[in-house]
């Protein structure tokens, strides 16, 4: 007969609490309820936007096939300027192996701005340092290329090897076997490792 009061108490004191705060806890719920439809607008706008810039480039690559070079390209930059995770860097690479950019210069501040978009995880962001490295060779900057491949090279990362042997293979075809033999070496360290 004891837990009647008990329970008794506890009903009690649950109907107090409720009766006491029954205002804060209007606010608290309606407070997690707008929550909860901010982030189903949130993620609502993120599918829509992801959706409008795969359409975007697709549209570009439709407009290249059917040689409107000048709207795919714009229509590429665009998609860099949004800083999609995906996207940029396709759009880019689009731009790069169908030459429509000849200024150098406006594809390395590309490469810069892709790589400094937070969403690309670290080794995918590695194997866009490569990329652009490789795009760097063309132009034979040498300080430039180091500079860029360092960071991968100084990583865990599982371009680092991809990183020092082109690096090496860089300088060998540029006639700088020294420069060349301390990545070699380099290499060699990291594979016995």
Do not use: R
Not at 66 to 92: D, G, T, W
């Amino acid at each position: 007969m004891s837990e009647k009061p008990v329970n008794n108490t506890l009903q009690n004191n649950t109907i107090n609490f409720i009766k006491k705060n029954l205002k804060n806890l209007i606010i608290l719920s309606i407070f997690l309820i707008l929550i909860f439809f901010c982030y189903l607008f949130y993620n609502d706008l993120q599918k829509k936007n992801e959706i409008k810039i795969s359409e975007q480039y697709t549209y570009a690559t439709i407009q290249f096939k059917a040689k409107k070079v000048n709207e795919s390209k714009q229509l590429l930059e665009n998609i860099i300027n949004e800083s999609h995770k995906f996207y940029s860097p396709l759009a880019l690479y689009f731009i790069i192996n169908n030459n429509l950019e000849k200024d150098s210069l406006k594809i390395i501040n590309f490469f810069d701005e892709i790589l400094q978009i937070g969403s690309i995880d670290q080794e995918n962001l590695n194997l866009i340092k490569i990329k652009k490295a490789i795009f760097l060779f063309s132009i034979g900057d040498d300080e430039l290329i180091v500079k860029t491949l360092n960071p991968v090279i100084n990583s865990d990362s599982v371009w680092k090897n991809m990183a020092i042997k082109l690096i090496s293979d860089y300088f060998i075809s540029k006639n700088k076997k020294l420069k060349a033999n301390e990545y070699i070496q380099l290499l060699n360290k990291k594979l016995k490792k």
